[in-house]
């Protein structure tokens, strides 16, 4: 009889369905996963070490670059961290301008979730029309800081200013009638607020629309249902959070369980899985959306009634106007110490975490006093996610490790760093 | 949180045990870390280990006025007075455990030797400080005992170094480029120069 060897094969790191640059060495019997053996770091960047190097309100840049489908979330640890270190008071109009961008981030990362891992196990279409309402808050991004994804918008002591009165329209272009444009800026014509007002009036029906594409589909569910089970407890020694979490049935939410911002007055609810298999968290995750769109909806309605400031006025950190800089002699001299130097945070340590859209997403901050960082640790949750590979793809078929990487939300911008 | 505090003074001594901004951080001795963390797992609910890393305490209260400061020059900064985390071994090993059950967090922060870094691994205790643990060998050079695949992870294959240690220079050692006549990627050592735009101050 024929010796029967088991298989290494190697998936990715140029593969379509490794969401970037994961490098899986499989070793499979047939065509079951034996061990799973993923080689990271190939969008190793050393954020780390950079951070070390800059002062404090240079590095929030590299944050957005960090998970980058889900930029604002991150800038929000790294900003959450150095004000406690400083104690420095955040204006409430800040913070509801902050949980409104959160959440837009939580459904443009699950938008992107939803698309590519439809896209891995086969559904095509559903990819065109998550990206369709992407299109929409990608520019709500844009309005409000300038970019489509790097924001850099969050700033120590608030945002870096206040939501536009007026949404930026599409122009005249050879390529559209007067008609068509005229479609395409109907929701345009007021503020911002407005245009976050209407996309939250009609993304229940485009929820709708992706639930009747997939979750009664039966190869979605032939796919879904069943794989990567992972139970509460194991959940939990793997280090799991978010999404990857609730979906294995524990209801732990930072923004519940340990609200930070102003989420304790907010009205939403935490969806739980049951089974913990792909299924489970692929509903929690589309539950996930409709809450955001609840919170969105609150903070549109309280950012409406109350305007104020949106930055502290502490000139340590925060950069006087530019109108008080011409007459104030104290101001110029806060502005230029400010860009030349930065500001020192008290010797110290502190962990900062919020519920990022993958999970629980942390900086580790520790101080010597010094204008720039001791040392940052950045805690992202796919890195962990990523860690349970092995385990939740073990005795499965290698097409369900295609499952099992979208069902994770793995992007390499956070895991590598 | 009060009664976390009280609990953990009771096992662990006052002298063990700081509070800063609103967070716990239990000293432990390297030999004790396994003991302590079955302890902190079993008896404390502390579910999950959320996040481990290694510090390195060379540089720890420098500035850059102080290294490379001439008698007349830089007199604008003042020295630091009194670095309170100053420690005599180099490294540290830091655990951030999270109750799910309880719903508290505290941090276990334990030293280490630059002759001899090495502590124990808690990957029996908690599985997600397998890679955690690879990353802090990778980045910061701690050896982890027990460990059973502690490869390097995010640095490159044959990497040589450990690229967080403050005596790592930021601009690397190394750099690679493909050679048309050699037919292969060579690595030289580095062309460019370190370039600090900002100097690191420590102001009271």
Same mark, same amino acid.
């Given at each position: 009889?024929?010796?029967?060897?088991?298989?290494?094969?190697?998936?990715?790191?140029?593969?379509?369905?490794?969401?970037?640059?994961?490098?899986?060495?499989?070793?499979?019997?047939?065509?079951?996963?034996?061990?799973?053996?993923?080689?990271?770091?190939?969008?190793?960047?050393?954020?780390?070490?950079?951070?070390?190097?800059?002062?404090?309100?240079?590095?929030?840049?590299?944050?957005?670059?960090?998970?980058?489908?889900?930029?604002?979330?991150?800038?929000?640890?790294?900003?959450?961290?150095?004000?406690?270190?400083?104690?420095?008071?955040?204006?409430?109009?800040?913070?509801?301008?902050?949980?409104?961008?959160?959440?837009?981030?939580?459904?443009?990362?699950?938008?992107?979730?939803?698309?590519?891992?439809?896209?891995?196990?086969?559904?095509?279409?559903?990819?065109?029309?998550?990206?369709?309402?992407?299109?929409?808050?990608?520019?709500?991004?844009?309005?409000?800081?300038?970019?489509?994804?790097?924001?850099?918008?969050?700033?120590?002591?608030?945002?870096?200013?206040?939501?536009?009165?007026?949404?930026?329209?599409?122009?005249?272009?050879?390529?559209?009638?007067?008609?068509?444009?005229?479609?395409?800026?109907?929701?345009?014509?007021?503020?911002?607020?407005?245009?976050?007002?209407?996309?939250?009036?009609?993304?229940?029906?485009?929820?709708?629309?992706?639930?009747?594409?997939?979750?009664?589909?039966?190869?979605?569910?032939?796919?879904?249902?069943?794989?990567?089970?992972?139970?509460?407890?194991?959940?939990?020694?793997?280090?799991?959070?978010?999404?990857?979490?609730?979906?294995?049935?524990?209801?732990?939410?930072?923004?519940?369980?340990?609200?930070?911002?102003?989420?304790?007055?907010?009205?939403?609810?935490?969806?739980?899985?049951?089974?913990?298999?792909?299924?489970?968290?692929?509903?929690?995750?589309?539950?996930?959306?409709?809450?955001?769109?609840?919170?969105?909806?609150?903070?549109?309605?309280?950012?409406?009634?109350?305007?104020?400031?949106?930055?502290?006025?502490?000139?340590?950190?925060?950069?006087?106007?530019?109108?008080?800089?011409?007459?104030?002699?104290?101001?110029?001299?806060?502005?230029?110490?400010?860009?030349?130097?930065?500001?020192?945070?008290?010797?110290?340590?502190?962990?900062?975490?919020?519920?990022?859209?993958?999970?629980?997403?942390?900086?580790?901050?520790?101080?010597?006093?010094?204008?720039?960082?001791?040392?940052?640790?950045?805690?992202?949750?796919?890195?962990?996610?990523?860690?349970?590979?092995?385990?939740?793809?073990?005795?499965?078929?290698?097409?369900?490790?295609?499952?099992?990487?979208?069902?994770?939300?793995?992007?390499?911008?956070?895991?590598?760093? | 949180?009060?009664?976390?505090?009280?609990?953990?003074?009771?096992?662990?001594?006052?002298?063990? *045990?700081?509070?800063?901004?609103?967070?716990?951080? /239990? #000293? +432990?001795? %390297?030999?004790?870390?396994?003991?302590?963390? $079955?302890?902190?797992?079993?008896?404390?609910?502390?579910?999950?280990?959320?996040?481990?890393?290694?510090?390195?305490?060379?540089?720890?209260?420098?500035?850059?006025?102080?290294?490379?400061?001439?008698?007349?020059?830089?007199?604008?900064?003042?020295?630091?007075?009194?670095?309170?985390?100053?420690?005599?071994?180099?490294?540290?090993?830091?655990?951030? *455990?999270?109750?799910?059950?309880?719903?508290?967090? /505290? #941090? +276990?922060? %334990?030293?280490?030797?630059?002759?001899?870094? $090495?502590?124990?691994?808690?990957?029996?205790?908690?599985?997600?400080?397998?890679?955690?643990?690879?990353?802090?060998?990778?980045?910061?050079?701690?050896?982890?005992?027990?460990?059973?695949?502690?490869?390097?992870?995010?640095?490159?294959?044959?990497?040589?170094?450990?690229?967080?240690?403050?005596?790592?220079?930021?601009?690397?050692?190394?750099?690679?480029?493909?050679?048309?006549?050699?037919?292969?990627?060579?690595?030289?050592?580095?062309?460019?120069?370190?370039?600090?735009?900002?100097?690191?101050?420590?102001?009271?």
């Amino acid at each position: 009889m024929a010796e029967i060897r088991n298989y290494t094969l190697n998936f990715g790191p140029q593969h379509p369905a490794a969401h970037g640059v994961l490098r899986l060495i499989l070793e499979i019997d047939g065509e079951v996963i034996e061990r799973a053996d993923p080689h990271i770091g190939l969008l190793h960047r050393g954020t780390e070490k950079l951070v070390e190097s800059k002062p404090y309100n240079q590095s929030i840049g590299y944050m957005d670059r960090l998970d980058y489908v889900s930029m604002m979330c991150n800038e929000h640890a790294y900003v959450m961290a150095i004000e406690t270190m400083l104690e420095l008071k955040v204006p409430e109009r800040a913070k509801y301008i902050r949980v409104m961008f959160d959440e837009i981030t939580r459904i443009l990362n699950h938008l992107m979730w939803l698309g590519t891992h439809g896209l891995d196990v086969g559904a095509m279409s559903i990819f065109l029309y998550a990206f369709r309402e992407r299109e929409k808050l990608i520019d709500c991004y844009e309005a409000v800081s300038g970019s489509r994804m790097h924001a850099t918008y969050y700033r120590p002591g608030g945002v870096y200013r206040d939501l536009p009165e007026k949404m930026p329209q599409y122009l005249k272009s050879d390529f559209r009638t007067e008609k068509e444009l005229a479609v395409m800026n109907e929701n345009r014509q007021g503020s911002l607020l407005d245009f976050i007002a209407d996309f939250v009036k009609e993304f229940p029906k485009s929820i709708k629309q992706y639930h009747d594409l997939l979750t009664d589909n039966r190869i979605w569910k032939q796919r879904l249902v069943n794989i990567g089970i992972v139970s509460a407890n194991r959940a939990k020694q793997l280090g799991f959070t978010g999404p990857m979490l609730r979906g294995s049935g524990v209801a732990w939410d930072l923004r519940k369980n340990q609200p930070y911002s102003v989420y304790d007055q907010l009205e939403f609810d935490i969806p739980i899985g049951v089974t913990g298999d792909s299924y489970d968290r692929y509903l929690v995750r589309m539950e996930e959306m409709s809450q955001s769109n609840h919170i969105i909806e609150q903070c549109v309605d309280w950012l409406r009634q109350n305007p104020g400031p949106v930055m502290s006025d502490d000139h340590k950190v925060a950069p006087p106007s530019r109108v008080e800089m011409k007459d104030d002699m104290e101001s110029l001299i806060h502005h230029f110490k400010l860009f030349t130097e930065g500001y020192c945070l008290p010797a110290g340590e502190v962990y900062c975490a919020i519920e990022h859209p993958k999970g629980e997403f942390g900086i580790y901050l520790i101080s010597d006093g010094a204008n720039k960082p001791y040392r940052v640790k950045i805690r992202a949750p796919g890195f962990a996610h990523l860690a349970a590979m092995d385990e939740m793809a073990k005795g499965h078929m290698l097409s369900d490790v295609v499952t099992i990487i979208g069902t994770q939300d793995i992007v390499f911008g956070e895991i590598d760093r | 949180m009060k009664d976390l505090k009280q609990q953990l003074i009771e096992e662990f001594g006052e002298n063990n *045990l700081v509070e800063a901004f609103g967070e716990l951080t /239990l #000293r +432990v001795d %390297s030999d004790d870390i396994i003991k302590t963390c $079955i302890k902190l797992r079993d008896f404390f609910s502390f579910d999950m280990l959320i996040d481990l890393c290694g510090v390195d305490y060379l540089t720890y209260g420098q500035s850059d006025w102080d290294a490379d400061a001439s008698a007349s020059g830089f007199s604008r900064a003042r020295e630091a007075q009194g670095v309170e985390d100053r420690h005599e071994q180099r490294f540290a090993v830091v655990y951030h *455990l999270l109750s799910v059950s309880k719903n508290y967090r /505290l #941090r +276990v922060k %334990s030293y280490v030797d630059e002759a001899e870094p $090495i502590i124990k691994s808690v990957t029996a205790i908690w599985a997600s400080a397998d890679w955690y643990e690879r990353e802090a060998f990778d980045l910061m050079g701690i050896l982890f005992e027990n460990h059973t695949d502690l490869r390097r992870i995010l640095t490159d294959y044959g990497f040589v170094g450990h690229p967080l240690r403050k005596d790592f220079p930021m601009i690397g050692e190394v750099e690679m480029r493909y050679d048309e006549d050699l037919g292969r990627v060579v690595y030289e050592p580095v062309s460019i120069e370190p370039n600090v735009n900002v100097p690191r101050v420590i102001r009271k």
